[in-house]
């Protein structure tokens, strides 16, 4: 807003100043403000960040991740913590079912009609595995999901839940599980699963680290996996257990410690800690919403570039510096020498076009 009239008012101090001096040489004085002018155009200072976002985030795209937001990477190079969600971020989000045909077919039937109205990543897989095997779903009445808790719905008149052991009334088990409470007073059933880490895990976490990186495990599922997974990948801080609205509560805690986290999550679950965090990760598996509120998509299934995404922001402020401080010298430079008459219009063309042209070299040096 101020840099157009002060090279403006330049131009016209140096057409009066040389006006004076050359004793009313008018062609002499246009051309030293036409080279004020041009030379002063802020193409190099207007590309200096751009050109670097640009760069790093076509390398980025190519690498498997998609910047949404523009201020995305600034945000990321200021990342201090790093907040992973497990289920479906760390683990592939593909977990199977085992051990189907101990439960009850009524029983198998109830969880059919409750997992099929879940994106869930534990529900997804039973309601699969479940049509797999040619289970019926059950007549289910009001069916509705509980964020942070489960699938709820009525059947034959009781009321019948799929979802947190707590919530279902069950004992949580040392194991990846989704529990069934059928309303018959019978203790809740557990569908137990098994999952695997997404390709890059440990590299991801291990990157991060080594970079100085806070990383935090936060997790809706049992104690005992939580804290396996968490031993697994060398985490030290990690919560089970964990409620939506306490993974929010949990990354605005650490914000106003003074960190700056980034979120990594895919879930309903992780919606609000996601939009909460200072910038936030969701692999394209996720939910629409964890989708819509992340500021970067992870496209594949490997986590490894979430630790090169962190690494690489960092080198483009430092780009962005380095472009400002390119554009600072040759303004500081070129400006005294075409007010000294000493550059023509074209020279200060060409060295208009050299300054724009040396930022985006620089800036590509990102690919």
């Known amino acids: 807003r101020a840099y157009s009239p002060s090279v403006h008012l330049l131009a016209l101090g140096a057409f009066i100043g040389w006006m004076v001096q050359s004793g009313g040489d008018v062609r002499l004085a246009v051309?030293?403000?036409s080279a004020v002018l041009i030379i002063t155009c802020p193409c190099a200072l207007a590309l200096a960040?751009?050109?670097v976002v640009t760069a790093a985030s076509g390398r980025l795209f190519r690498r498997g991740l998609l910047i949404k937001d523009g201020t995305a990477?600034?945000?990321l190079a200021e990342v201090d913590t790093v907040v992973f969600d497990k289920t479906g971020t760390l683990t592939m989000g593909t977990p199977r079912p085992v051990a189907l045909d101990r439960h009850a077919t009524p029983d198998l039937a109830i969880a059919a009609a409750l997992a099929a109205?879940?994106?869930h990543p534990l529900s997804a897989s039973l309601a699969a595995a479940l049509r797999e095997m040619g289970?019926?779903?059950?007549?289910v009445g009001d069916l509705r999901e509980v964020p942070g808790e489960g699938m709820e719905a009525t059947h034959a008149g009781r009321r019948v839940r799929l979802g947190r052991a707590d919530w279902a009334g069950a004992e949580a088990r040392d194991a990846t599980a989704t529990y069934l409470d059928t309303g018959d007073g019978k203790p809740a059933r557990a569908f137990i699963f098994a999952d695997r880490l997404r390709p890059g895990a440990e590299a991801a976490v291990a990157t991060l680290k080594a970079a100085g990186k806070h990383v935090v495990l936060l997790s809706g599922d049992a104690e005992a996996p939580v804290a396996?997974?968490?031993r697994a990948l060398g985490i030290e801080e990690w919560r089970a257990a964990v409620r939506p609205e306490e993974k929010a509560a949990h990354v605005a805690s650490l914000t106003g410690a003074g960190a700056r986290v980034l979120m990594v999550g895919d879930g309903l679950n992780d919606t609000a800690a996601l939009a909460g965090a200072h910038v936030s990760i969701s692999p394209a598996s996720a939910l629409d919403a964890a989708r819509v509120a992340s500021d970067i998509v992870l496209l594949g299934q490997d986590l490894a570039p979430i630790a090169e995404a962190a690494k690489l922001a960092v080198t483009a402020r430092r780009r962005i510096k380095q472009n400002f401080g390119l554009s600072l010298a040759y303004n500081t430079i070129a400006v005294p020498v075409a007010l000294l008459g000493l550059a023509t219009p074209l020279i200060?063309?060409?060295a208009m076009?050299?300054?724009?042209i040396t930022v985006s070299l620089n800036a590509l040096r990102l690919r």
């Open 228 to 230: 396996d997974m968490a």
């Open 348 to 350: 200060a063309a060409l």
């Open 73 to 75: 990477l600034e945000r």
């Open 135 to 139: 289970v019926t779903p059950a007549p």
């Open 353 to 356: 076009s050299a300054s724009s």
């Open 49 to 51: 960040v751009p050109a």
């Open 31 to 33: 051309n030293i403000a």
């Open 117 to 119: 109205g879940s994106a």
